[in-house]
């Protein structure tokens, strides 16, 4: 990425200040299913604090009202404590879409976020995710019910606010989790095939109380492709009426520092590969230490013992760490060999070996290139 100059001559007091206006940028960790699992957040929080919220990778919401083990043991409230947390929800049905927010509810959440974005084609072929977005018809009816059916069931849905107000009730969730009250958000892509798809979504979105639309700027063909659509981003954000956070592409305080030149008014930004590459982004981007060489071997190290602990089986172990390796492996160069051996490994020992080699031969730094 081209460095902005005039990003050097920012104050490093005025960094986590949107630069346009001084207020506070909230920033929330996407989820990624497979990645961001409890393990990941607890330690993320625990080494890289500046998070306002995690949202969980999705939970399939369907006709047998109950969640997997696995999908369950994700949101429990003692693999959670301390880690501001918000489950996501895939479905496309009103009634298993209350029902999961009842449940969460009940598990002490306050903001449950729908999955309007996953471009997997066997969720994309269910319209669920961003195969949802196709129809918006159908789309408009699942939150007229859903909205109906939270009140019959006398959950008191908060009022969508003003951005400031988003943050300081994120904020409230951490102090007091038991609160009997619900925020839905959704996190969104631009269309499934065509932006030109935004305007009636952003239609949609507006007619009901959505505490947060999180806007992933892609369509859901492109999955991870190309660049962000930041015009269609744009013609969003003038258009809601709930508070908007931007999510996609960004890796460097630079790309956040650009982004937030451009769009001022944006107080949420999610960021998901991008901490998983550097997991010191936030707090290097508010001015602080960049990524130290020694706390990211300290905090693989912690995220393998962690998956260790709740994972049967070395290979399921591996998988999970060879997977966040392709993301923390780009803060090295001349470290291909040992990243190979990583992607390679067969046993918990070749795996440690390959790990040391990375840091022992790899330089290190804490630039994406
Ligand atoms: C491996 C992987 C798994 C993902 N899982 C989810 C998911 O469970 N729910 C979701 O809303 N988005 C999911 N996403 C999308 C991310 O949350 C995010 O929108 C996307 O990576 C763009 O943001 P980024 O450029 O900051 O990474 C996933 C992305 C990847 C690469």
Sequence with gaps: MVKDPADNNRNPADNNRNPADGKEIRFLCAPLEGITGFPFRQIHHSMFPGIAAYYTPFLVANQTMKFKNKEMRDVLPENNAGVPTVPQILTNRADQFVHAVLRMQELGYREINLNLGCPMPMQVTKKRGAGFLADQDVLDRFFEETFQELEHAGLNVEETG?????????????????????????????????????????????????????????????????????????????????????NGDLFTTEDIVRFTKRFPAVDFLMIGRGLLQNPALIREYKGGKPLQEEELRTYMQRLFEAYHSVISGDMNVMYKMKELWTYAGTQFTG????????????????????????FREGQFHTKVL
């Excluded at 619900?182 to 507006?206: C, H, P, Q, W, Y």
């Design 162 to 246: 003003t951005s400031e107000q988003c943050a300081g009730r994120i904020k409230a969730d951490r102090e007091n989790p038991a609160a009997g009250s619900v925020r839905v958000s959704v996190k969104t892509r631009i269309g499934l095939e065509d932006a030109a798809e935004a305007d009636g979504l952003m239609k949609i979105f507006n007619r009901y109380p959505l505490s947060l639309i999180v806007i992933h700027a892609r369509r859901g063909v492109d999955f991870y492709k190309g660049s962000p659509d930041l015009d269609t981003f744009g013609k969003m954000l003038e258009q809601s009426s709930h508070p908007v956070c931007y």
């Design 335 to 358: 470290a291909d060999r040992f990243l190979k051996q990583i992607r390679k490994a067969r046993s918990i020992e070749s795996y440690e070996a390959a790990a040391a080699g990375v």
